[in-house]
């Protein structure tokens, strides 16, 4: 007989993203003169140079990673390290490897985002001052800690709205019973302790520290929606002195920028949205989200040429931005007349620069609307880079050679780890010798049904009491592959679950659960057969052996690898100029 448990939970807010903010990363550095000591060639490969620049920021970097100490001989074996680097750099070349799809697909993404960031980067940042009274603010802030509370809310007029109750004398432990799932939230009135610098979303921190004790915010946005704050205490450590100041000048320089960086970029890239206006043909939006509702957004949107070649947004292109920043990061911008349109097929082409996770992260037609904005507002400022000659810049040039050779090496050095032999007795005996080890945890087996709307998940609710789970996830389900698989999605542990596992994991044979909101969509859940824990048999975990063994066994095969290289390919070393390499100094880093 089937139990039916019904749950219908709130918006989990930690799995809502900002879209705009998956198309920047972390800015290039600008280009500064490099002296004649950093030009000095340490070796060569294949006529490619090693410079002292390549050498000093790769070494430092590692002696940070390890915490080792420097030394020559240290030195030495990490020229060695990245003159391998660049053999299978060159190998991959002469393979064929930087003449394939997947490279001019990543050539083109590095160039997208290299032209968006050193834009922004000579526009805004190179000039971005950093004073003293701002890093001093900074000192008391690293050492103040702060207690508070707050309302959330996915929209400005959710955020309005519950603001509005609390100046009408509602109070925040009855508001909290509305607005969070959380079950500790939900029941102490949105509290969350103490917190200290760096511990919060940037925004709700500033928000937070510029209070006292008893005020209460207006709806401050942040990355995941809006808050409501309200500080009930606040504690400054004592003895902050000049000393402590010149300790951490360099530190508290370097959060001061990147804070001032990073809201300067935000801003300016929500008023680009603005600014461009997107315009979308809703019929066309719906059509193409029914398209790909229920998987991620991929690369290939299919070939339908129907819908590939109808309208999909027009928008504002010709928008100039002057590069004025003012003390609040506020950008201007000027919007022209002249428009654009996207067809499908064009947005298709756009989106597949962007990476992976921004195109899984479209989840309903609004995220789809925020997707293609940040799209139109990558083109636009990577066009506006190209006029300005950043393409010609030599950090540019530097840094997209750089990244290219990267995935060069991550992708020959992958290539050449699949490709050493692991033989089966290797694996048996490894199996035979810690058999105790393979352990195939317990599992439950599920089904599911996954629905656009509330409405239609009561509709599955109705259909579930006369018809088999199957039938019904064939029939309703948005999955795609629920028509062939009748929902089935495999089987599953309780650390794969997450935040279900407390539902399905623990439930029992043929119980459904739900309807439960995942993400603005609602779902369903069959519990299937349950397998307990047990030793895993040989062919259950042999492709996991043989990974282990690869891990064990990979650097002896890349250095015979390496060593067999080095006799296809010139190699040039200058040992005697590494010891003169000053690294850079890390001290109140």
């Known amino acids: 007989m089937k139990r039916h448990v019904y749950i219908i939970s709130s918006s989990n807010a930690g799995l809502t993203l900002t879209l705009i903010a998956l198309f920047v990363a972390i800015l290039v550095p600008g280009c500064s003169t490099r002296s004649a000591a950093d030009k000095v060639v340490l070796a060569t490969v294949d006529g490619s140079a090693i410079e002292v620049t390549e050498f000093k920021r790769e070494y430092s970097g590692y002696l940070l990673d390890t915490g080792l100490p420097d030394s020559p001989r240290r030195r030495r074996a990490f020229l060695e390290r990245l003159i391998g680097m660049k053999l299978l750099v060159v190998e991959a070349r002469e393979s064929g490897l930087s003449d394939t799809d997947a490279f001019r697909l990543n050539s083109r993404r590095v160039e997208e985002k290299l032209l968006l960031d050193l834009y922004i980067q000579r526009t805004f940042f190179d000039t971005l001052a950093v004073t003293e009274t701002e890093m001093q603010q900074m000192l008391v802030r690293v050492n103040t800690l702060v207690k508070a509370r707050h309302l959330y809310a996915r929209s400005r007029r959710d955020a309005d709205i519950l603001h509005a109750r609390l100046q009408h004398g509602e109070t925040f432990a009855g508001l909290a019973k509305e607005v969070f799932q959380d079950p500790v939230l939900r029941d102490n009135g949105g509290l969350l302790g103490f917190f200290e610098f760096d511990e919060m979303d940037p925004d709700f921190e500033d928000a937070a520290f510029s209070l006292q004790p008893g005020e209460t915010s207006?709806?401050?946005?942040?990355?995941?929606?809006?808050?409501?704050?309200?500080?009930?205490?606040?504690?400054?450590?004592?003895?902050?002195?000049?000393?402590?100041?010149?300790?951490?000048?360099?530190?508290?320089?370097?959060?001061?920028?990147?804070?001032?960086?990073?809201?300067?970029?935000?801003?300016?890239?929500?008023?680009?949205?603005?600014?461009?206006?997107?315009?979308?043909?809703?019929?066309?939006?719906?059509?193409?989200?029914?398209?790909?509702?229920?998987?991620?957004?991929?690369?290939?949107?299919?070939?339908?040429?129907?819908?590939?070649?109808?309208?999909?947004?027009?928008?504002?292109?010709?928008?100039?931005?002057?590069?004025?920043?003012?003390?609040?990061?506020?950008?201007?911008?000027?919007?022209?007349?002249?428009?654009?349109?996207?067809?499908?097929?064009?947005?298709?082409?756009?989106?597949?620069?962007?990476?992976?996770?921004?195109?899984?992260?479209?989840?309903?037609?609004?995220?789809?609307?925020?997707?293609?904005?940040?799209?139109?507002?990558?083109?636009?400022?990577?066009?506006?880079?190209?006029?300005?000659?950043?393409?010609?810049?030599?950090?540019?040039?530097?840094?997209?050679?750089?990244?290219?050779?990267?995935?060069?090496?991550?992708?020959?050095?992958?290539?050449?780890?699949?490709?050493?032999?692991?033989?089966?007795?290797?694996?048996?005996?490894?199996?035979?010798?810690?058999?105790?080890?393979?352990?195939?945890?317990?599992?439950?087996?599920?089904?599911?049904?996954?629905?656009?709307?509330?409405?239609?998940?009561?509709?599955?609710?109705?259909?579930?009491?006369?018809?088999?789970?199957?039938?019904?996830?064939?029939?309703?389900?948005?999955?795609?592959?629920?028509?062939?698989?009748?929902?089935?999605?495999?089987?599953?542990?309780?650390?794969?679950?997450?935040?279900?596992?407390?539902?399905?994991?623990d439930g029992k044979e043929n119980d459904i659960i739900g309807p439960v909101e995942l993400q603005g969509k609602f779902a369903y859940f069959h519990v299937g057969p349950h397998e307990i824990s047990r030793r895993a048999n040989l062919e259950e975990v042999r492709s996991d052996i043989e990974i282990i063994v690869r891990q064990t066994k990979k650097q002896d095969f890349l250095r015979d690898l390496v060593a067999g290289l080095r006799g296809r390919y010139a190699v040039e070393i200058y040992a005697d100029r590494l010891g003169p390499v000053q690294l850079v100094s890390h001290e109140n880093s």
């Open 218 to 505: 207006e709806p401050v946005r942040t990355s995941l929606g809006f808050s409501i704050i309200r500080v009930e205490d606040r504690f400054v450590k004592p003895l902050i002195t000049q000393t402590n100041y010149a300790e951490k000048k360099r530190k508290l320089e370097t959060y001061v920028r990147y804070r001032k960086e990073s809201r300067i970029r935000r801003t300016f890239l929500e008023n680009m949205v603005g600014e461009t206006a997107p315009r979308f043909n809703d019929d066309t939006l719906d059509a193409l989200f029914g398209f790909i509702s229920g998987q991620a957004l991929s690369d290939e949107i299919g070939d339908d040429d129907a819908l590939l070649s109808r309208d999909l947004v027009s928008f504002t292109s010709d928008v100039s931005f002057t590069g004025d920043v003012s003390f609040t990061g506020d950008v201007s911008s000027t919007s022209g007349s002249e428009t654009m349109s996207w067809t499908v097929a064009r947005f298709r082409d756009a989106a597949s620069v962007s990476s992976p996770e921004a195109r899984s992260s479209v989840l309903s037609v609004d995220d789809l609307k925020t997707f293609i904005s940040g799209l139109i507002v990558r083109e636009t400022i990577t066009s506006q880079a190209r006029t300005a000659g950043i393409e010609r810049d030599p950090a540019f040039i530097a840094a997209r050679s750089k990244n290219l050779e990267s995935w060069l090496y991550e992708k020959a050095y992958g290539e050449a780890v699949a490709s050493m032999h692991v033989s089966d007795d290797t694996i048996r005996a490894y199996y035979e010798r810690y058999t105790d080890e393979f352990l195939m945890p317990a599992r439950v087996h599920v089904r599911e049904i996954l629905v656009a709307s509330r409405e239609e998940s009561l509709q599955v609710g109705i259909e579930l009491e006369s018809h088999p789970f199957a039938e019904v996830a064939t029939q309703f389900s948005i999955r795609p592959e629920s028509e062939t698989s009748g929902g089935y999605l495999g089987a599953f542990t309780r650390e794969q679950l997450g935040t279900l596992a407390g539902l399905v994991f």
